[in-house]
């Protein structure tokens, strides 16, 4: 048990150093980009820079969040601190949507008030992202994308950057090509509209837990059904359920039965067919 132990210690080390690792490069990447944008006179260089510096806060934010979650319970929070990992993603899709509005605002004051743009500097600045991009997804997939989904957004976060990259770069051409310095305004609209559009997702998802909302993947009457059907229960007088974080769904169910029914194996059954965590339940014999 203690070698499991010390290696799963070991994994979690390795995945943070990983992560740190893409925060650093990501910060790096954003002070680029921006000198680059200043210098080129492109906003969608600087757009794209606000990207990268919004996913190493966010990277940042969730480390900090996944060791605080981490903490075991304890009397004052009897459920754990399991929620921080779900404040942070509030507070990083807040931020998004902030910053996605800001570049908005500020693109079409560029276009009202046009400034010359060096086409070669957003290329190069660009292409250089790039391929920092696709290395910090690397390291986030790395550092645990397939087991978690907190880390798995972080890594589809990448990628995406590394799309927006391949926006400037296209932007970046045109102008050089045809002096169509109407597409920087274009790239930094659709970069925008992008890491808004993930905001609200975020946002959304985050508030549903906090709300303690039921669960999308769960099918409550689905789940009445089958437990009147697996168990000798004469009517369900309430089933509710709610997520502690992204991972764990817990759960209240009281019903009827005209026999006591054993409640590990309710909960048994709840878990194996419905993914819940632990429940309480609260039976009445008639």
């Avoid at 492109?42 to 990277?59: G, K, Q, R, T």
């Avoid at 929620?83 to 998004?96: D, G, P, Q, V, Y």
């Avoid at 993947?217 to 000798?232: M, N, R």
Wanted: charged share 15%; glycine share 4%; proline share 2%.
């Amino acid at each position: 048990m203690g070698h499991g132990h010390h290696h799963h210690h070991d994994t979690n080390n390795q995945s943070t150093r990983q992560l740190m690792m893409a925060v650093v490069i990501n910060v790096l990447l954003t002070v680029a980009q921006v000198i680059g944008g200043l210098v080129s006179g492109s906003l969608s260089l600087i757009a794209d820079a606000l990207h990268n510096l919004s996913d190493a806060s966010s990277l940042f934010i969730a480390i900090i969040a996944r060791k605080i979650g981490a903490k075991p319970a304890n009397d004052r929070y009897q459920y754990g601190y399991k929620r921080a990992e779900i404040l942070a993603t509030l507070f990083n899709s807040l931020s998004l949507i902030v910053i996605g509005g800001y570049l908005i605002v500020e693109a079409i004051s560029n276009y009202l008030n046009p400034q010359p743009i060096d086409g070669w500097i957003i290329i190069w600045v660009a292409g250089f992202a790039l391929v920092v991009d696709l290395f910090t997804a690397l390291l986030t997939y790395k550092a645990g994308a397939k087991d978690s989904m907190n880390i798995r957004a972080a890594f589809i976060h990448n990628v995406s950057d590394a799309l927006a990259s391949v926006v400037v770069i296209i932007a970046g051409t045109l102008i050089i090509l045809y002096q169509w310095y109407v597409v920087d305004l274009i790239a930094t609209m659709l970069i925008s509209v992008y890491v808004i559009y993930h905001g609200i997702l975020l946002l959304i998802a985050s508030s549903k837990i906090l709300m303690q909302a039921a669960p999308d993947s769960f099918a409550l009457p689905k789940a009445i059904t089958e437990l009147k059907a697996q168990f000798a229960i004469t009517d369900i007088d309430y089933l509710k359920t709610w997520q502690i974080d992204d991972h764990h769904i817990h759960c209240e169910l009281k019903f009827s039965a005209k026999q006591s029914i054993q409640n590990d194996e309710i909960r048994h059954f709840l878990h194996e067919n419905f993914a819940i965590e632990s429940c309480t339940i609260e039976q009445v014999l008639v």
